[in-house]
């Protein structure tokens, strides 16, 4: 009989430690690849590490790795843009989501009209965040406004996330950080908000993320109804006074959309509210 080879339990620690060390990888990986923006297209080493805050040498690792994978590659001596591999993934999350590419044509065009930065804005169901996947400022006029780069935006003091929490019956996020005198926080003004918002059709915020800047935001909705996606625009809060000309504008833009998608219950041309 072959002796029976011994069995040494795994200690629960030593179970949490890998998990532990396993969610710090990722997490260091992810705030690497979200460095990367529209002004930051490639990064040296030492920039990069002083804004991340991380040591050079746990940075150097992390880049490392991610060439490997095709997430980044190496373009010189210590600089480094996002991969390949990224545009197939990025490919394959366009391909499962067919109002995209409509969307994004009207946003575009939305810019161009406008004259303003133009938005596409998403609710993430399971974390409840609100996530701007697309932004266009062709033909823009003026200054940037606030927060044009963030990718996760505020849902109580933008229109694109005041519209998409309405529409998802959801309350104010907890806590509901104070940006301005203007930001709301209290459940109850944001209740009679949601209500005002379905009732209306759209949402505008005016000084309430930042001082000086506004932003108005129109559903765009699946062949069911469903608000699949905010459309809207940013813009200085001085400005709101052509805010029935922009939102005749995103409306249009956004039920061409929504009608191409099966959705037939549109009212281009006309915004209850608007005035």
Request: proline letters at 6%.
């Amino acid at each position: 009989m072959n002796p029976t080879r011994p069995v040494f339990p795994v200690q629960p620690e030593t179970w949490q430690t890998a998990r532990m060390a396993s969610s710090s990888l990722l997490s260091g990986a992810v705030d690497v690849l979200t460095a990367f923006d529209a002004d930051h297209t490639e990064w040296r080493l030492s920039d990069l590490s002083r804004h991340l805050g991380v040591p050079t040498s746990t940075l150097h690792e992390q880049l490392l790795a991610l060439v490997e994978t095709g997430l980044l590659v190496r373009v010189a001596r210590g600089r480094y843009r996002l991969g390949w591999r990224l545009l197939k993934l990025s490919s394959a999350l366009y391909g499962s989501l067919p109002w995209y590419a409509p969307a994004h044509a009207a946003m575009e065009r939305v810019a161009r009209a406008a004259h303003r930065l133009a938005f596409l804005c998403v609710l993430d169901a399971a974390s409840g965040r609100v996530l701007c996947i697309a932004r266009s400022v062709q033909g823009r006029d003026g200054p940037p406004v606030a927060g044009e780069l963030d990718f996760e935006l505020p849902a109580h003091a933008t229109a694109s996330g005041k519209l998409l929490l309405a529409h998802a019956g959801q309350p104010l996020p907890r806590p509901a950080v104070t940006f301005t005198p203007s930001t709301v926080t209290d459940a109850g003004t944001w209740a009679a908000q949601a209500q005002a918002i379905r009732a209306e059709g759209y949402a505008v915020t005016a000084d309430e993320w930042a001082a000086g800047t506004a932003s108005l935001a129109v559903p765009v909705r699946g062949a069911d109804g469903g608000v699949l996606a905010a459309l809207g625009v940013s813009l200085p809060t001085r400005h709101l006074r052509e805010r029935e000309a922009l939102l005749r504008a995103l409306q249009d833009a956004a039920d061409a959309v929504s009608w191409e998608l099966g959705y037939r219950a549109v009212t281009t041309g006309r915004l209850r509210g608007a005035s």
